[in-house]
């Protein structure tokens, strides 16, 4: 198993500024991922964070506006840049293991852009 | 390709009453399939998963699914729902071998006395 912590869990921003999200993972661990689930919406994947590389971004998603740092194995930050209403949504750090195993993740963190 | 799909967003049952989410999935290989539940302002927390082995599953809280692979389904039931039950569910896929999970739009689950 895996416990992760999220900070912060709640923010308020202004439209136009950044929010860095950080994620600890109690154990080393491979992957990281970065989730988005918008008001009323299923989780959709941002990117996968793997220690040593760069960010793998899916389609929709790109590095300016959702900049991914993996300094080590157990820290991860996602930064949703140059805000607008549009990005309020709960952030989620996952860790997983791929194939059958179970996927554990943070808290969320709920963003409203203002 | 993977892809999953949750027949109802909403079901509403009475207390003490069986409960049925649905799910169908889409997979070009050997699936890994997952039900996770998320409690407001809460995480999300693994229900059960099915890997290739037993095609029924058991789970936490009572909950099982079902894996059929010739109806690509894999239905979550619960024999008498419960008031703590009232939650967001999610049906996930992930193709044997792979590293994305695909979820599914969510089914909220109502319990009414």
């Known amino acids: 198993s895996a416990v992760i912590s999220q900070k912060p869990s709640r923010d308020i921003c202004q439209r136009g500024t950044s929010l860095t999200i950080q994620c600890q993972v109690d154990?080393?661990?491979?992957?990281m991922f970065w989730y988005r689930q918008q008001p009323g919406q299923s989780l959709t994947l941002i990117a996968t964070a793997n220690q040593g590389s760069e960010a793998t971004y899916e389609s929709g998603f790109v590095i300016d506006k959702f900049p991914i740092s993996r300094p080590n194995l157990t820290f991860s930050t996602l930064t949703v840049s140059n805000m607008s209403p549009e990005d309020s949504s709960i952030y989620l750090c996952?860790?997983?293991?791929?194939?059958?195993?179970?996927?554990?993740f943070g808290q969320g963190t709920r963003l409203t852009v203002v | 390709a993977q892809s999953v799909t949750q027949l109802d967003s909403h079901v509403s049952v009475s207390e003490g009453t069986p409960v049925l989410l649905r799910c169908n999935y889409s997979s070009s290989y050997s699936p890994s399939l997952f039900w996770y539940v998320q409690h407001p302002n809460k995480g999300l927390q693994l229900l059960l998963k099915?890997?290739?082995?037993?095609?029924l599953v058991k789970g936490i809280n009572g909950f099982e699914a079902e894996f059929k692979k010739s109806e690509t389904s894999f239905h979550l039931t619960k024999p008498s729902a419960h008031m703590s039950d009232a939650a967001e569910y999610f049906c996930?896929?992930?193709?044997?071998?792979?590293?994305?999970?695909?979820f599914g739009t969510g089914t909220q689950l109502k319990v009414e006395l």
């Open positions: 996930v896929v992930r193709e044997g071998g792979g590293n994305k999970l695909t």
């Open positions: 154990s080393q661990v491979t992957m």
């Open positions: 996952s860790v997983d293991k791929g194939g059958s195993a179970e996927a554990f």
């Open positions: 099915y890997t290739s082995a037993a095609t």
